[in-house]
Protein backbone atom coordinates (compact mmCIF):
# COMPACT_ATOMS: atom_id res chain seq x y z
CA UNK A 1 0.00 0.00 0.00
CA UNK A 2 1.44 3.35 -0.46
CA UNK A 3 1.43 5.66 2.21
CA UNK A 4 -1.50 7.49 2.18
CA UNK A 5 -4.31 4.93 1.24
CA UNK A 6 -6.73 4.30 3.63
CA UNK A 7 -6.66 0.42 5.44
CA UNK A 8 -10.19 1.17 6.32
CA UNK A 9 -13.25 3.32 5.77
CA UNK A 10 -16.43 3.59 7.89
CA UNK A 11 -19.05 6.40 8.40
CA UNK A 12 -18.10 8.09 11.81
CA UNK A 13 -21.53 9.85 12.21
CA UNK A 14 -24.94 8.25 11.01
CA UNK A 15 -26.30 10.82 8.96
CA UNK A 16 -22.28 11.09 7.18
CA UNK A 17 -21.98 11.29 3.39
CA UNK A 18 -18.34 10.95 3.35
CA UNK A 19 -16.32 8.16 4.80
CA UNK A 20 -13.65 8.67 7.49
CA UNK A 21 -10.52 6.35 7.01
CA UNK A 22 -8.05 5.05 8.49
CA UNK A 23 -4.20 5.24 7.72
CA UNK A 24 -1.04 3.42 8.18
CA UNK A 25 0.58 6.40 10.10
CA UNK A 26 -2.60 7.16 11.97
CA UNK A 27 -2.76 3.69 13.41
CA UNK A 28 0.71 3.42 13.87
CA UNK A 29 0.49 6.45 15.86
CA UNK A 30 -2.34 5.29 18.48
CA UNK A 31 -0.67 2.15 18.58
CA UNK A 32 2.54 4.10 19.93
CA UNK A 33 0.42 6.40 22.45
CA UNK A 34 -1.30 3.05 23.76
CA UNK A 35 1.96 1.35 24.45
CA UNK A 36 3.17 4.77 26.48
CA UNK A 37 0.05 4.90 28.02
CA UNK A 38 0.53 1.83 29.20
CA UNK A 39 4.27 1.25 29.95
CA UNK A 40 4.83 4.65 31.05
CA UNK A 41 4.40 4.45 34.55
CA UNK A 42 7.12 1.49 34.65
CA UNK A 43 10.51 2.59 34.35
CA UNK A 44 12.20 -0.89 33.99
CA UNK A 45 10.35 -1.52 30.82
CA UNK A 46 12.52 -0.29 27.47
CA UNK A 47 9.65 -1.40 25.25
CA UNK A 48 9.94 2.17 23.63
CA UNK A 49 13.23 1.68 22.46
CA UNK A 50 11.55 0.31 19.15
CA UNK A 51 8.33 1.28 17.64
CA UNK A 52 5.53 -0.35 17.19
CA UNK A 53 3.85 -0.78 13.89
CA UNK A 54 1.13 -2.29 11.55
CA UNK A 55 2.61 -5.55 11.67
CA UNK A 56 3.18 -5.82 15.31
CA UNK A 57 -0.38 -7.25 15.72
CA UNK A 58 0.34 -9.69 13.61
CA UNK A 59 3.75 -10.52 14.81
CA UNK A 60 2.15 -11.20 18.37
CA UNK A 61 -0.36 -12.95 16.87
CA UNK A 62 1.57 -15.20 15.37
CA UNK A 63 3.96 -16.02 18.26
CA UNK A 64 0.47 -16.59 20.69
CA UNK A 65 -1.13 -19.08 18.01
CA UNK A 66 2.11 -21.14 17.84
CA UNK A 67 2.10 -21.16 21.78
CA UNK A 68 -1.38 -22.19 21.68
CA UNK A 69 -1.57 -25.10 18.69
CA UNK A 70 1.65 -25.46 17.59
CA UNK A 71 0.01 -26.20 14.11
CA UNK A 72 2.02 -23.87 11.10
CA UNK A 73 -1.08 -24.46 8.58
CA UNK A 74 -3.41 -22.86 10.83
CA UNK A 75 -1.20 -19.87 11.22
CA UNK A 76 -0.53 -20.24 7.77
CA UNK A 77 -4.28 -19.80 7.30
CA UNK A 78 -6.16 -17.67 9.95
CA UNK A 79 -3.09 -15.50 9.29
CA UNK A 80 -2.78 -15.37 5.08
CA UNK A 81 1.13 -16.28 5.31
CA UNK A 82 1.63 -16.70 1.61
CA UNK A 83 4.97 -18.15 2.60
CA UNK A 84 6.64 -19.86 5.58
CA UNK A 85 8.39 -16.56 6.33
CA UNK A 86 5.67 -16.63 9.90
CA UNK A 87 8.80 -19.21 11.28
CA UNK A 88 11.37 -16.18 11.83
CA UNK A 89 8.53 -14.49 14.23
CA UNK A 90 8.44 -18.10 16.74
CA UNK A 91 11.65 -18.57 16.97
CA UNK A 92 12.58 -16.80 20.35
CA UNK A 93 9.37 -17.89 22.17
CA UNK A 94 8.46 -18.87 25.91
CA UNK A 95 6.59 -21.84 24.17
CA UNK A 96 10.11 -23.00 22.75
CA UNK A 97 12.01 -22.46 25.70
CA UNK A 98 9.42 -24.58 27.56
CA UNK A 99 9.75 -27.35 25.06
CA UNK A 100 13.71 -27.00 24.62
CA UNK A 101 13.61 -27.63 28.77
CA UNK A 102 11.63 -30.41 28.85
CA UNK A 103 13.26 -32.60 25.95
CA UNK A 104 16.82 -31.59 28.20
CA UNK A 105 14.78 -33.44 31.30
CA UNK A 106 14.19 -36.41 28.90
CA UNK A 107 16.09 -39.77 30.48
CA UNK A 108 18.47 -40.30 27.45
CA UNK A 109 19.56 -43.55 29.17
CA UNK A 110 15.80 -44.98 28.15
CA UNK A 111 16.56 -45.31 24.66
CA UNK A 112 20.02 -47.27 24.85
CA UNK A 113 20.39 -50.16 23.16
CA UNK A 114 21.80 -53.04 25.84
Partial sequence: M?????LAVYKKYKG????????KS?????????GRACYASNSTCNRF??????????????ALLFAL????????NRLRWASDKFEVYIR???ILAR??????ATNIDAYNEE
Fill in 26 to 34: GVEKRLNEA
Fill in 99 to 104: LHAEAG
Fill in 2 to 6: KEGDP
Fill in 49 to 62: NMKWTCHSGRIGAT
Fill in 69 to 76: HRDPLLIK
Fill in 92 to 94: HTP
Fill in 16 to 23: SKQGTHFI
